[in-house]
């Protein structure tokens, strides 16, 4: 049964500040995986998706990278700002694994002070 | 284009009684996946319609039910309500519920369970 873990599962970080968020799970056999975040009483909003075959993805000042045979991912945030602050979330889609079903980490919920 | 709508977006109940919560995927889309969230357990993936099928169903009660209609807007029900079913209630929707599609997420529906 896939397992995802986050951690940390908090983390404060002056303004400025690059960071890093860890995501790993325990099997490696996935579709792709992707990173949410998502604000306080709100829903999800999609921030980058890697697919198996793909090693890495970059927005802006987000990037994430996947290491499938070692069943981790990170999210790399350069110069953080306090409209970072929020929880991001890793979510996996497994092969086998039901459509439409992603398997969701708990969280980093993130603070970034001014 | 607008974006994935749930109705309403906060529900108060008392235990026993029964809920009904929508789903309006975004236009052309004619997938949507449901989610239940709480601080204890995360996210979890309770079912997913397509073409007003049901393909997939998560670890839930069968208290948990929902339809697709043929607009491919979607509703949920809890029946019976308990006060673990206090949550955020999330739908996201998607082209076809493919391996791969981004799903894209509705704000939520919170319920309150008293």
């Known amino acids: 049964k896939q397992e995802v873990t986050q951690i940390p599962a908090a983390l404060s970080v002056p303004e400025g500040e690059n960071l890093v968020l860890n995501c790993s799970f325990t099997?490696?056999?996935?579709?792709?995986l992707q990173w949410f975040r998502q604000d306080p009483g709100k829903g999800l909003t999609s921030l980058l998706l890697i697919q198996s075959s793909q090693r890495e993805q970059t927005s802006g000042r987000l990037n994430a990278s996947l290491d499938k045979s070692s069943g981790r991912s990170t999210l790399y945030i350069a110069a953080s700002q306090p409209g970072d602050s929020a929880t991001y979330l890793c979510a996996v889609e497994n092969y086998g694994g039901s459509q439409g079903n992603l398997i969701f980490g708990k969280g980093t919920k993130l603070s970034v002070k001014p | 284009k607008a974006g994935v709508t749930q109705t309403p977006r906060y529900l108060i109940k008392t235990r026993g009684q029964q809920v009904t919560l929508s789903c309006s995927p975004i236009s052309g889309h004619r997938s949507v996946s449901w989610y239940q969230q709480t601080p204890g357990q995360g996210l979890q993936f309770l079912f997913e319609?397509?073409?007003?099928?049901?393909?997939n169903k998560g670890n839930f009660p069968g208290r948990f039910s929902g339809r697709q209609f043929s607009n491919s807007r979607s509703e949920m029900n809890v029946s019976t309500l308990e006060l673990g079913d206090s949550a955020l209630y999330l739908c996201?929707?998607?082209?076809?519920?493919?391996?791969?599609?981004?799903?894209?997420f509705g704000p939520g529906t919170r319920l309150t369970v008293l």
């Open positions: 319609y397509f073409s007003e099928t049901q393909r």
């Open positions: 099997d490696s056999a996935i579709y792709n």
């Open positions: 996201a929707s998607s082209l076809a519920g493919r391996v791969a599609d981004t799903q894209y």
